[in-house]
């Protein structure tokens, strides 16, 4: 008899606070509404080697973004996700699921 394991790690939400330097912001994202994949939430893709995500040190590749400064993320293109994102200024509050 053959038994498999699934590892399960619980889905959270939180809150991420980056401020927006001069390096940006520094991650990338992959999905959204009428991606070449279909339509998808936003996921982090890359978290770069330099810029507030990688000195905050929470936000992870393969996070889900729900929100951004409180503005849902749901149903929006890849396209409109990426100019909500370069157009926040200062402080920028990002809801995500881990």
Do not use: C
């Amino acid at each position: 008899m053959l038994l498999f394991y699934i590892s399960y790690s619980p889905q959270f939400y939180r809150t991420i606070r980056l401020d927006r330097g001069a390096l940006g912001l520094g991650f990338s994202i992959v999905g959204g509404f009428s991606s070449p994949h279909g339509d998808l939430p936003i996921y982090v893709k890359t978290v770069f080697g330099k810029g507030a995500a990688i000195e905050d040190g929470r936000l992870q590749r393969g996070d889900q973004i729900i929100a951004v400064n409180g503005h849902s993320l749901e149903g929006v293109t890849h396209a409109g996700a990426v100019a909500i994102l370069k157009n926040t200024k200062g402080t920028v509050v990002l809801t995500v699921l881990s």
